[in-house]
């Protein structure tokens, strides 16, 4: 059992960066103006051979409780109460504030251990501040310079109390944590993987900004854990959140709204489009959110192609299904305008969910599980090859050129996604007409709707197979018939 520690205080005093240092990963943005951090972000964190859980939150200032910086400061103030510790970051270059005095206050109250830390503390203009952080009736205030790593002794010695405490509760609790592991299956091969809580199922939310991305996940996990609201935009950086839903241990990703590249100018912006870009290649299953009013926008587009590229197993969820008045003609215009704006995912499902009242949730539950069992599944090589000939009498390939190819035999050399390799002769000469009508069966007659499929052609060679070998030099040394050795035409 591991405690859990808060880095709370105003914006810009250097939270994230601390919070990088410790987990030893640039998860967090970080940029020179304040208010970057708006989500709480989790993770593990290390600080020599402590092992803890580290909370990242968004800065603390005053303000009501409908605005943006109001709803900050909530989930700031519940991480405060979920956290075991909490390490309450001051500027020492700018000195105490009367902002750090009212919220000096509220952790008085609100947390059971608080520890002080004057932040920016390297060289002498930070001496008054740290003397001035006394003040704050919160003990002896630790000297940190979060970007430059010094002062972090100092956080150890505090921390490591608090830590022999949780170590004392973990004994007395010590059940061991078993994942279950199946065997493999009938045919020999790899079953499919079951997501346990040391690999959880990766689910990637997506979207353009203001299409319910952090609402809908916040439906699943039955509580306000990220921060929504009417303002676009409102996320930036891709949050992980840990959830056991329907008994699937799963990690969801909440990532920023993603708009054309033209449009993103702002350097923070960019740096909000790249974690989410980044999550989409980490994870498994990429669940593409469109808005219902303006579904398959161009960048809505970009992403579901983004994701099959990427390898990723795609399902396309459309939000704000409640506020929707001709629901059977809106559906079948989706469905025709899927099929023609995105073939690469034929049979990808397309699920119609409100993340305002929840409706829809179980199906795209069930969506993402078949998704990701077909992206893991395996198929053997006599199905395959049965299949193959059984394609090749339906449809022969062409002859280019008057060169007739020959398909030979077919197999699966991987999965996630499935990756099958035909050897053949003359693979440079098969179209890509042909090797669609093969994915496309593919797909249907083994029932791997939606999901990216790798089809790659490989030669074989019928000819000598010691042709193009370099032979190799006579020997000077050669024997006779019957026995005797010659060397260079006289007898030895």
């Not at 200032?61 to 109001?70: C, P």
């Not at 699937?248 to 974690?275: H, W």
């Not at 009242?357 to 053997?380: C, F, P, S």
Request: proline letters at 6%; glycine letters at 8%.
């Amino acid at each position: 059992m591991s405690f859990t520690l808060a880095i709370v205080g105003r914006p810009n005093v250097g939270k994230s960066t601390l919070f990088n240092r410790l987990v030893g990963k640039r998860l967090a943005l970080v940029d020179d103006q304040p208010g970057v951090t708006r989500d709480l972000r989790e993770g593990a964190a290390r600080l020599a051979d402590l092992r803890f859980t580290v909370i990242d939150t968004a800065g603390l200032e005053e303000a009501t409780d409908e605005s943006l910086q109001g709803r900050m400061r909530k989930l700031t103030e519940r991480a405060v109460e979920m956290a075991d510790v909490c390490l309450f970051m001051i500027d020492a270059r700018v000195g105490v504030t009367p902002t750090d005095q009212v919220f000096a206050e509220i952790l008085r109250k609100k947390a059971d251990h608080v520890i002080l830390a004057a932040n920016k503390g390297e060289g002498s203009a930070a001496d008054a501040g740290v003397i001035e952080a006394y003040s704050l009736g919160l003990g002896e205030p630790i000297r940190l310079s979060a970007e430059h790593g010094e002062g972090l002794n100092d956080l150890y010695t505090h921390l490591m109390p608090i830590s022999d405490q949780f170590d004392l509760l973990a004994e007395k609790d010590d059940t061991p944590e078993v994942d279950v592991t199946l065997d493999e299956d009938e045919d020999g091969l790899g079953a499919v993987p079951v997501p346990t809580n040391a690999k959880p199922l990766q689910v990637a939310v997506v979207g353009r900004p203001n299409a319910g991305k952090s609402t809908l996940i916040n439906q699943i996990l039955g509580e306000e854990r990220l921060l929504t609201g009417p303002e676009a935009g409102i996320t930036r950086d891709a949050i992980s959140l840990r959830i056991d839903w329907n008994g699937t241990p799963m990690r969801i990703f909440d990532t920023a709204g993603m708009r054309k590249k033209a449009k993103v100018q702002e350097k923070l912006e960019k740096l909000s489009v790249g974690d989410g870009l980044r999550a989409v290649k980490f994870a498994e299953v990429v669940v593409v959110l469109l808005d219902a009013a303006i579904p398959f926008e161009q960048q809505d587009l970009r992403l579901a192609d983004l994701a099959e590229r990427e390898g990723r197993a795609v399902i396309i969820a459309v939000n704000k299904w409640d506020i929707e008045d001709e629901k059977q003609s809106k559906l079948k215009d989706l469905k025709e305008s899927f099929e023609r704006l995105l073939p690469q995912l034929r049979g990808a499902p397309l699920i119609t969910v409100s993340a305002k009242t929840g409706r829809g949730l179980d199906r795209l539950n069930e969506a993402i599980m078949k998704a990701y069992e077909v992206w893991n599944r395996r198929i053997t090589t006599a199905q395959l090859n049965r299949w193959l000939a059984g394609q090749v009498e339906a449809h022969p390939p062409p002859a280019p050129q008057g060169k007739r190819i020959k398909l030979r035999y077919m197999t699966q050399a991987k999965t996630r996604p499935p990756g099958f390799v035909v050897m053949c002769s003359h693979p440079d000469k098969v179209p890509e007409s042909y090797s669609r009508y093969l994915v496309n069966g593919l797909r249907v007659d083994f029932d791997m709707p939606g999901t990216p499929i790798r089809l790659y052609m490989r030669g074989q060679n019928d000819a000598n197979p010691y042709k193009g070998r370099k032979k190799a030099p006579p020997s000077k040394l050669r024997k006779h018939t019957d026995g005797r050795k010659f060397e260079g035409g006289k007898r030895k």
